[in-house]
Every structure is written in C-alpha cells, then in structure tokens.
C-alpha cells in the first residue's frame, strides 16, 4: 500500500513538473542532482537540503504561474536569489517536497532614473549590478556587503540586509522606494511606486521586506539613489578596548554627524587571522593594539575633509580617545584597510570550528556584551578563542567564536547550541537581538519562541495565516512549525 | 419594546461607564457634553462626532485595563493624541457608541539617552516636549510640523507623520527605534527597543506605525536622536515655474547632498495671502515671482556654509535655475521666511472656503501636476484660485484649491467630492499617493477602492482581521466597514 501511495504520490508530482515545464519552458527547471546542486549547498554548510525541482522564471508572470502551479499541487516554494544567505532561509529541508524558485533569471536593470534619485531592478540582479548601475548615472546606491558580487536584490530585500554603510545610510528597508510582489494566491501586487512618501495604508512594502519569502516572493524592486560621495576619508586607529572604541567613535559622531558613514570595530585576535592567512596584508599600525577601528568619512560635498579629520583626530588624541592612529594616504591603502575587515569572516575558516552570533545590543551596551560574552564563551569552552566584530556605530556585532587551537572541529562545533544560549541570553539581558542582521532563516526558527515575547509570535503567526493560509512559502523559516 | 432594548442598553453602558471609572478613576472618565467637546471637534470641522465617553488612562496598565473593558461590553475605541490630524482619524462617528481613548496624561519623557542618541517617552507628550528635550541633552529629534506645540507622539507614530525635514531625515517611521502597544486583546506588546539593527521577523514596529489606531494603541515610544546642526543657512528664491524651481532643487541636491535638509515651495497667489492676512510679514525679494522656494542647509559640523552656498546660487544663476533669491543674515530674518511657509495653510482660511488635497507624485512629475492640476481645478469650478504648496524635494503637496472671491463658501464646498477625484484622477495617473502625508483617516476610508489596487485593500483587511477581529480599533478609519 505504500508503495501504491509513493506511486499514485510519484505520478501526481511528474504532472506538476511537466505544467511548470509547460509554464516556463523545460530548459528552466532542473530535476538532476548535477544541475540542482549548487542551489542546494549553503555558505556554511549546516544544512543539509533537498529539492523536487528548481525552477526559473524568467519573468513576473511566470513566477506567478509557478506559485498558481505550486497551490494547486501543494508544494511548498523556497524563493532563492544569489543563496548567500548565512541562516539556511534560502535553501528547502531535506524532504525533498519543495521546489526552489530561483530569482537569478530575472536579473535585469529595468531603469535608471536619475532625476528621481530612483533606480527599477529585478529581484535576481546581483547588488553589484545595482551599485554599478548608479555609479553610471553618477549616483550611489549605498548598501555594500562581502558577499556583493553575488547576492541579489530579491535576498537584500527578503532578509532587509545590513552591511558596513548602515550608519549614515540605514539598512535595506530604508533603500527600496516600492516592491512588486507575487503573492501566495498567484495574484501580482503592483507596489512599485517611487514615493518618497505615501501614508495611504498600511505600510505592507516594510512587511514583506525582511520577511524571508514566507508572505510573498518580490520580483521587482524600485530603489533609492544618492548623490555621490565627492571627498571621502579612512582612517584606521588602534585603541586599547572597546570602550575607548566607543568614546572615539562618539567624537567622530558628534563632529561628523551623518558624514561618518562607517565604523567597523575589529580585535586584534581578528586581525592576526588575517594577517596569517592573507599574505598580501600587512597591518595598518606598527605596534599590535587589543582593538582597532576603521573610519570612514563621506560627503557629497567636495571639501577638505582630511584636514578636518586630523584636527578631530588631534583633540582625540588629546582626550586620550586612541593610541594610534593612521590616515589612508591614497585610494590603494583605503583598499589595504578595508580589505583587512572584508577578510574577517574567510580568516576565521582557516581557524577551524567557529561557532557564530549575528548580534545587536544598545550601542552604550557594547563594551559590557564583548566583556560578558567573551567570559561567557570562555566558560562554555576554555581555550576558545571569541572574534567578535562588526558595525560599531549600529550596535551590531558578529560574535564569532574560534575554536581552541589543536581541538577537533566536529567535537567543538557540537557546542553549537549551548554556545548560542549562553551568547544569546547576555543579548537577552542587554536588550538586545539575536538575529540582528542575517535574518532568521530556518536556523534560529526554533529559537525564536525563547528570543522573542509570546505576543511577537503570536502576530507574527497570525500574519503568516493571513498571507499564506496554505503555509506554501518558505514554511519552516522564520516561524518553525511548532511556533 | 424599542424603548426597552435602549433601557436595557444604557444599562448596559451604565455598567461600562462605571467599570470604566473604577478601573482608571471616576475624574478621567467623561461624559458630560462640555467636559467632551474639545476631544470631539477636529480642527477642520468636517466631522461631527459624539462619544460615549472620553476616557484618559494615566499608564499603560489601564489603556490595557480600558481596552479589556471595551473588549468585554464591545465598546468602539477611537484613539486620540492632540486631536490635530487632518482626515478624522482621532475622533469617532455620529453614532455616539465609541469611546475617545485619550493619551494626553500619558505625556512623560521618560529617559533620554544622549550615549545611545535616543529617547524615551509616552505617547501623549508633545513633539514639542519631545524636541526640547532633544536640545536640553545637545542632541535633534528633527520631525518639525506646523502643529508641534499641540500633536502628540502617539498621533505622529499612528500617522507616520511627515512635515518640513522630511528630505534629510525621513518619516516619522525612520525616527522610531521602537514601540509599546496595548493590543486589541488587551495585552501590552513591549517592542520599546533602541537597537538600530533587529532583523529577527516581520516588521511588527512598522506595521503599527501610520495604521492610524487601527491595529493597537501606541503607549510609548523609542525614538532616534542625531547631533545638533552647527551650522545652518536658510535661503530664498524665487522663480518663473515648478521647472525651474525643480532644476535649482536638484542643483542644490546634486551638491549638499543630506546637507539639504529642507526644499519648500510656494506659489505667489500663496504667498499673497500670506502678505495680506498676516500684516507683520513682508515679502523676501523686491519684485513678485510665479513661484518661490524655501531652502535650509545644514551641518552638524561647523564650516563655513554660507561662503560654499554663495558659491553654489552663482553657479545657479550663471546657468538661469533662479530669477532673485537671499541668503536669511539673521536668526530673525531666518525666522521670518520660515513663518512665511508656516503660515500657507492659515492665510488660506481668511480667502474662504478651500478644498484640500495630501498628495505625491515621483518628483520629476511635480511640474506636470501643478499644471494639469490647476487645469483640471478649473474645470471644475472657473474662478477658483489653486494653492499648490510644499514639500518639493519629497514630492510631497498640499494642492489646495481656495473658492472664486465672492462666491459662497458652502456652495464651494460642495464640490469637495468632484474637486477630488479630478485631481486624484491626475495622481493616479502620475504614479502617485492621494494619502501622502496626513493619512487616509475617516475621511479617505470610503475611496481606498478607488485609489487602491484590489490586492492592497484585501491585504489590508487581511491584516485588520488578524489583529483586530473583533473590529473594535477605530472602526471606519483607513478601511470602511464596506472595504
């Protein structure tokens, strides 16, 4: 009888690939192990994920057609863009039940409107392709990530990315002007206004954006421009903790204002890993320094800014706010200092195990979560070897934990979960998120019933009902089945 | 029997009353007419509500405590800040069966945190307490409106306000870290968050913000501070056409950048009213223009902005983007151009009766609507003098149209309706809002069909259901009851 039913089971979901194949063209959708691959195998390899098919539209219509498909059949859909993401939101589970909807086709720079400050992309262009698209038209499109060679705008929008330009910029929420969205029933919504502002409803744009795929796949995006930086310097300090990190970086803020478009804290145990294992790096300062910061100063505005830096940076100085400190001379060592922080989380691979927290506290908090959070990790595992790093003047860091030097990778990484408790519930006590920048994904929907207040998934819950009684998008991220 | 079902009914609503006085005390429960009025009479007399009562909780406990009273006798509940808002959003219908839940007692600012540039504080205070408080620790809360001495918080959150710096720092909705809401069930939702990256599910903040007390009642607030401008140079133009005033906006914008930080427009016939109704004004330029425009550049460094500006309008006028224009020399003078703008919507009430509209368009289609627009207003009433006003560099304009001199007001008014959807019906076709800055209130409820997209309207239901199934949240604002 069973395997009557894998039969009867077999057959029906032949006939759902022969219509998708029939909505999109047989060349679009993959059913080989060899072809599907390399949309199966995340970043960091935690899951393990399989899939019926994927498929690739190749415009609007045909994504609604395959969601219409997917209804009918009752397939669950994992919406996918350049599967960058780090929390497993982009990838199926292991069932092999679900379809993964690839973006990547619809890739297209529709528009550049520089009149408007606005730009009409694809879900499936890469972020470069964006930043490249403004820089043509001599205007910037500012979120800057490692990874922006190859994730899209669709995974920008479905997981609200961050970067190192959140400070002056903010997140991207505060990019994208309007979305076109497929929605669960198969219907298009046609959000793709370019409105600076718009008090007509409910804000449904800021719902679907950071929602993971799981109320709606985005296929087009209308974005914001600005004007291009004219003068822009770096700087690279070394300072003896995170509290004297803190107290400069609020002497920048005050004189900078939004002009202080980055701040990216680094240790120097970091910094050592990339030293090691980079060899074409060379550290910025002479002497080591248990901590270091990167600057960066913009405006669109072509002024002298690097005279006023060193006057700022000389009262620093005299406030003891640094102990070193070092201007990039030309655009090479503005690169030389920022490849030292894009190099951060590769350096750490070559390290072994790490087990990471993609975190975010009060910005007064953070000297207190690095010092709590270190000693916390140090108790779960002696030995190991805490990196915490990131966006300074965002409160957001990327609590990575190395493991102990000569330990076995497989037994440290068994720490996983207990680690993350222990990290996740100094957050908790300061306030904090414990999915701060990466999303949420499948890796910490099981978690979100103990980091969030019952009231928060309970709306959460009832939103995702709304949207998708079916539960047919994206199930399992986010919200787990249980929660 | 009629009779005796409303005995039975004020019965009812006898028990309520009194549940009411016991839970919060009998003196913040009123039911008197005179002891009612202010809370029931909008400022621009469009509506004639009634209540049952005026409730004034005096914390979050007992807006909770009033909203599981209401829950309990199914009692309507219509939130209420300053009672300033322009659609009838804060005050409930003719039926005299809602309750006014007012948050004026709520008006502490509880903390504010200059390390961590945010504050926090209850609804009820105003966005002038709000703004002092800002300055009292050296710091910004730059949302700026006419009516800040008298709006609340909690009124700007419901309604993502907007207002004149808008162009450097967003919405209401950009300046809100985060939120606590009584929800409809009763329970107290604490999203009250000062983290500047949390990407740990749906935008619950954001959904709650401009849904006008419909989906919960905005108690307390975390908002974002920013440092204090140094310097600051306010400057005007006056010009032949929105053409011009748009290629001397995006000259401006082209070299300040987030610098700019207010674009306002007025036409001449606006500005005359002014001239004429306020007898301390004086025009800024000798000669009358069609069109003037309000700048103010800003830096929270202090530099020389005066010189760089001088330059940039030499620039301006050696390419004709400008007919005449003065830098303000004086606070005074800086003053006096500012009440010029402030005054528009003022002196429109001395010219009689004026028919309004809240609208964007994308920027670059601002000079067509002002032309089709006046066009188009008359059309449907020859005579009428349009007023087209506002917040260029937003695309943002109150296209208010004042009645032929001599004609009567109520006659005028009654055109309201065909007046609207002439303009609306030009909106739509340029891609912009009907709703863009004052909300859509009780006064747009009933055209969200015509202005929205099917899908919109059922996502918006959708959502209401969810939060609010029992429909009692400010019942007919946003969505009809037909909607």
Not at 379 to 384: A, E, K, L, R, S
Not at 392 to 408: A, E, K, R
Not at 426 to 440: C, D, K, M, P, T
Request: hydrophobic share 45%; proline share 5%.
């Amino acid at each position: 009888l069973v395997s009557l039913q894998r039969f009867i089971l077999s057959i029906h979901m032949l006939d759902f690939i022969n219509a998708l194949a029939a909505a999109i063209g047989p060349s679009h959708v993959l059913t080989s192990p060899e072809a599907m691959r390399s949309h199966l195998v995340e970043p960091r390899g935690l899951f393990h994920a399989r899939a019926l098919a994927v498929v690739k539209p190749g415009n609007t219509e045909e994504v609604a057609a395959v969601v219409r498909l997917a209804r009918q059949y009752h397939v669950p859909i994992v919406p996918q863009g350049g599967n960058t993401g780090l929390v497993g939101g982009g990838v199926p589970d292991d069932s092999g039940q679900a379809i993964v909807l690839s973006l990547t086709r619809m890739n297209r720079v529709r528009h550049v409107d520089a009149d408007n400050d606005a730009l009409t992309v694809e879900a499936g262009a890469t972020l470069a392709s964006v930043q490249e698209a403004a820089r043509a038209a001599n205007r910037l499109f500012p979120l800057s990530l490692a990874s922006e060679g190859s994730c899209t705008i669709g995974g920008n929008i479905a997981t609200n990315a961050g970067g190192t330009a959140v400070l002056s910029y903010g997140n991207m929420r505060d990019l994208v002007l309007g979305l076109e969205v497929v929605l669960a029933d198969g219907r298009i919504w046609n959000g793709l206004r370019c409105l600076r502002k718009d008090n007509s409803g409910y804000a449904l744009k800021h719902l679907f954006i950071g929602s993971e795929g799981t109320l709606g796949i985005v296929t087009t995006a209308a974005l914001r421009l600005f004007p291009r930086p004219q003068s822009v310097e770096t700087f690279w300090a070394g300072v003896s903790s995170p509290d004297q990190a803190l107290a400069l970086f609020r002497h920048l803020r005050a004189h900078f204002g939004s002009l202080l478009t980055a701040a990216e804290l680094l240790p120097q145990t970091g910094l050592d890993m990339v030293l090691t294992h980079f060899p074409q790096t060379r550290a910025p300062l002479p002497a080591p320094h248990m901590w270091h910061i990167l600057f960066e100063v913009s405006s669109p505005m072509r002024m002298d800014l690097r005279d006023i830096l060193a006057t700022v940076l000389e009262e620093a100085l005299e406030k003891n706010l640094l102990e070193n400190g070092v201007i990039a001379q030309s655009l090479a060592q503005r690169e030389a200092f920022w490849l030292l922080r894009e190099a951060m989380s590769e350096a750490q691979k070559h390290e072994g195990g790490s087990i990471k927290h993609d975190i975010s506290v009060p910005i007064s908090a953070l000297p207190e979560m690095i010092r709590a959070g270190c000693e916390a990790a140090l108790n779960v595992m002696p030995g190991c070897r805490p990196v915490p790093f990131g966006h300074v003047g965002d409160g957001n860091l990327h609590f990575n934990i190395s493991q102990p030097i000569g330990m076995d990778k497989a037994l440290f990484l068994k720490h996983w979960d207990v680690m993350n408790a222990a990290i996740h519930a100094l957050v908790a006590e300061l306030g904090g998120s414990a999915a701060a920048e990466h999303g949420v994904g499948r890796l910490k929907a099981d978690i979100m019933r103990t980091l969030k207040q019952p009231q928060d998934v309970d709306m959460m819950r009832a939103i995702k009902n709304a949207f998708d009684p079916e539960g047919l998008l994206n199930p399992g991220t986010i919200l787990s089945r249980e929660s």
